[in-house]
T-cell receptor
Framework: GNSVTQMEGPVTLSEEAFLTINCTYTATGYPSLFWYVQYPGEGLQLLLKATKADDKGSNKGFEATYRKETTSFHLEKGSVQVSDSAVYFCALSDSRDTGFQKLVFGTGTRLLVSP | DSGVTQTPKHLITATGQRVTLRCSPRSGDLSVYWYQQSLDQGLQFLIQYYNGEERAKGNILERFSAQQFPDLHSELNLSSLELGDSALYFC??????????????FGPGTRLLVL
């Protein structure tokens, strides 16, 4: 079945450090890939997405590139801020049918950024 | 603010009881997805409705059911509640798009505590 594997957290960084959160996937077909972020006490927000190989999704300084050859979608940011502290979820959708795109999520990685 | 609303925000109830969670999708979104987030199972897809019809089922227990009404709001009904049903329940809505382009927008969630 389809699955997403994320690195265990928490990831603890100082402000302005470089961030990488690893994500690999297993899927039949040709999935779309997503990163969602969950701030404390809130719901999930879409951070970025990529729908085909070599696509780079980017938003708010975060980037991730869809690597089909390594089945990966690692999240990176060049300089993290305290406000980036949250839980980050990698997810995939393996359907390209219109009106049907259930998401399969990884376990989430908690990021803690200290001043 | 994603535009998806969920009520109530918190719900405390006892084992054996029945509760209803409500979700209003973003204006114009035809699809509603329900997810459960628990400590042991992570984020799991439960069920999807598309324009009033059930479209897909995931790991949804038989004690749980859902429906989508003509105004496109959706309700998730949980009955014969058990301690293990305590979780955060999210709904998400989307505009149906093909080719893996669909993006789901999540509500803030309903936190259910079964005592």
């Amino acid at each position: 079945g389809n699955s997403v594997t994320q690195m265990e957290g928490p990831v603890t960084l100082s402000e302005e450090a470089f961030l990488t959160i690893n994500c690999t996937y297993t899927a039949t077909g040709y999935p779309s890939l997503f990163w969602y972020v969950q701030y404390p006490g809130e719901g999930l927000q879409l951070l970025l997405k990529a729908t085909k190989a070599d696509d780079k999704g980017s938003n708010k300084g975060f980037e991730a590139t869809y690597r089909k050859e390594t089945t990966s979608f690692h999240l990176e940011k060049g300089s993290v801020q305290v406000s980036d502290s949250a839980v980050y979820f990698c997810a995939l959708s393996d359907s390209r049918d219109t009106g049907f795109q259930k998401l399969v999520f990884g376990t989430g990685t908690r990021l803690l950024v200290s001043p | 603010d994603s535009g998806v609303t969920q009520t109530p925000k918190h719900l405390i109830t006892a084992t054996g009881q029945r509760v209803t969670l409500r979700c209003s999708p973003r204006s114009g979104d035809l699809s509603v997805y329900w997810y459960q987030q628990s400590l042991d199972q992570g984020l799991q897809f439960l069920i999807q409705y598309y324009n009033g019809e059930e479209r897909a089922k995931g790991n949804i227990l038989e004690r749980f059911s859902a429906q989508q009404f003509p105004d496109l709001h959706s309700e998730l009904n949980l009955s014969s509640l058990e301690l293990g049903d305590s979780a955060l329940y999210f709904c998400a809505s989307s505009v149906p798009l093909g080719g893996g382009q669909e993006t789901q927008y999540f509500g803030p969630g309903t936190r259910l505590l079964v005592l």
